[in-house]
């Protein structure tokens, strides 16, 4: 498995020594007000930090918003794993997600960063664990007074995207969402369903 790995972090490992992660979550979905592609990076460190991830620098929001994450498991295959995070809708940037946003079927990836028990320094580039879409958002859980209020989302790994009918890739919103203001598909969903003499608007 370690092969799978980048030198440092391989090496991390094969040290068997103590091991510390975070777990990076990184979203992108759509503005609800603007229309635009948005991205929302939420980690469960203790401050806001910037990751670079394949040349690509990330700003990772913390303090409390990522509250637990599920084990992640890696299989080979095409079956659909599906992933439940849990997160606090109190913090800022979760309550941008779930209200200003549009995150339904939104792509995530999910990396984790290794860093060294003694030095807290970041061993190596974060590496990917999890790769695939918002399935479900469910609605805000409340416990008995003084427990935290919760929001949990669950995933879907890429591979659900082999079993999105032709229906959905086809829509008229995501011909928009792919190309603004074409509305070539406005009414695709009622075509040959209407009745329209000749000479009628």
């Given at each position: ?10 090496a ?8 510390r ?5 990184w979203m992108?979905?759509l503005?609800?007000e603007?229309g ?9 460190g203790?401050?806001h ?12 929001y ?5 509250i637990?994450?599920?084990?992640i498991?890696s ?8 992933q439940r995070?849990v997160?606090?809708?109190?913090a ?6 779930i ?11 999910i990396?984790r ?8 320094a970041?061993?190596d580039?974060?590496?990917?664990r999890f790769k695939?879409y918002i399935d ?7 416990g008995?007074?003084g427990?935290k209020?919760?929001?949990?989302l669950?995933?879907?790994s890429?591979a659900r ?6 229906s959905?890739?086809r ?8 190309a603004?203001?074409d ?5 695709a969903d009622?075509a040959g369903?209407?009745t329209?003499?000749?000479g009628?608007?």
């Amino acid at each position: 498995m370690a092969t799978n790995f980048a030198s440092a972090t391989a090496a991390y490992f094969a040290a068997q020594t103590r091991i510390r992660a975070r777990v990076l979550v990184w979203m992108q979905a759509l503005d609800r007000e603007t229309g635009q592609i948005e991205t929302m990076g939420i980690w469960n460190g203790a401050d806001h930090r910037v990751f670079t991830i394949r040349g690509e620098e990330r700003t990772y929001y913390g303090a409390g918003g990522l509250i637990a994450v599920d084990p992640i498991t890696s299989r080979t295959g095409l079956n659909v794993r599906m992933q439940r995070l849990v997160f606090s809708p109190l913090a800022p940037e979760v309550e941008q997600l779930i209200r200003g946003y549009d995150a339904r079927f939104a792509p995530v990836e999910i990396h984790r960063a290794l860093f060294d028990p003694d030095s807290h320094a970041l061993v190596d580039e974060p590496h990917r664990r999890f790769k695939g879409y918002i399935d479900k958002i469910s609605p805000l859980r409340t416990g008995p007074k003084g427990d935290k209020v919760t929001v949990e989302l669950q995933l879907a790994s890429s591979a659900r995207a082999l079993t999105i009918p032709l229906s959905r890739k086809r829509s008229n919103e995501s011909l928009r969402a792919r190309a603004s203001g074409d509305a070539f598909r406005q009414y695709a969903d009622v075509a040959g369903t209407i009745t329209v003499k000749w000479g009628m608007k």
